[in-house]
């Protein structure tokens, strides 16, 4: 097969990959659409739980309650049909690796889609009340605390990010150790920094609370240490089996 046939072929498989991620994206979401505000109720309820009685959310732009809950509906569709999407990559990738490098992608992968949900979960069911109680109980006496649902969304979307790719710590440390860049005692030797670096990224990336900001700080570390661990398990040596003479 020539180099522009082959280029051809690729390309075909390649929108092959992409139109059955976006049927299943499309799919998913026309699934939701009919609860698309009963989706965001959810996404809501940590800082709706948390306001005076009384409290409510406002929409400041005509468009808003319809787009908001819309956008939310997509999101979610997006994650549930994420597993699916990664598939498609997975077979597009597949026939030009290795063997050996299938054997540990494919944890790999599956570990950082999981991490990743874990850390959205541990933001909304950890993180969230606590800084939504943090926050309306510090508002000054006589201000009603009414967030505007966009700006709210876009709030838990950059708080999703944040701790959905702090949960990944774990992955890069064994991927470091992987490919050789950094051995697993140079790891250790680092940890002073990789802490107040933990507590750096944590302040840049939540609310100007040290509440929120050690939240982060602390499963950074964690997660940190975590993937020494796991990445010496992984690069340890295994001892060849004796044979009887």
Known sequence: MSTSENFITHLLELRKRLLNSAVALLLVFICLFPWASDLYTILAHPLLAKLPKGGQMIATDVTTPFFVP???????????????ILYQVWRFVAPGLYLHEKRWIVPLLVSSVVLFFCGMAFAYFAVFPI?????????????????DIDKYLSFVMSMFVAFGLAFQVPIAVILLVKTGMVTTAKLRDIRPYVVVGAFVVGAIFTPPDVVSQFMLAMPLWLLYE?????????????KPVATPK
């Open 70 to 84: 819309l956008k939310v509906a997509m999101m979610t569709a997006f994650l549930i049909s994420l597993p699916y």
């Open 131 to 147: 800084v939504f109680g943090f926050i309306t109980a510090a508002a000054p006496k006589g201000v009603a605390v009414m967030t």
């Open 226 to 238: 975590a993937g020494i661990i796991a990445a010496s398990w992984i690069s340890r040596p295994v």
